[in-house]
Structures are given as C-alpha cells and as structure tokens.
C-alpha cells in the first residue's frame, strides 16, 4: 500500500516504511524495511523531486520474493506518479 503526497518541496523524493508486528518479528520486519529500502533507491530517479512517499508492508511482504516485491513496488509507484 504506497501513500503519495504531491511535490511541493525542492530536493529528492522522500521515504517513509511502515512495518508493523503483524508483518513478523523484528528480524523478518527489518528485512523487509531493507529490502523496501533498497527498490525505493533503484525508482528514485523516476519519481518527482520532493515527493513525499509512504509505503506499508502487509504482511504477504515477509515471505513474497524480491522479484514479486519489485514488481509490486514499482506498479505502485508507478500508479502514484501518474495521478
């Protein structure tokens, strides 16, 4: 679930993870921030400077594959940057 607020700052795009208990421990929470950590950097050049973008890991994001969570990932932020 991705949340976008419009541009109406100078600089680059901004990230924000929610990944709440119901996601899994500590360990499987903070993989899934870092590997939400890491396809946000790669979309970074696409997206609006001064976006502020937040997204929510639900809890299929603990045991989804890295290509299935890039996938999901960029159709979000896709989806958002043309609204």
């Not at 890491?38 to 594959?65: M, Q």
């Amino acid at each position: 679930m991705t949340y976008v607020k419009p541009a109406v700052a100078e600089g680059p795009a901004r990230f924000g993870f929610i990944v709440s208990r119901q996601v899994g421990g500590a360990v499987v929470r903070n993989t899934v921030r870092r590997r939400l950590k890491a396809l946000c950097a790669e979309a970074l050049p696409g997206l609006r400077p001064g976006s502020d973008i937040v997204i929510r890991a639900l809890p299929s994001a603990a045991t989804a594959p890295f290509g299935e969570l890039r996938a999901d990932v960029s159709r979000c932020l896709a989806r958002e940057a043309s609204s």
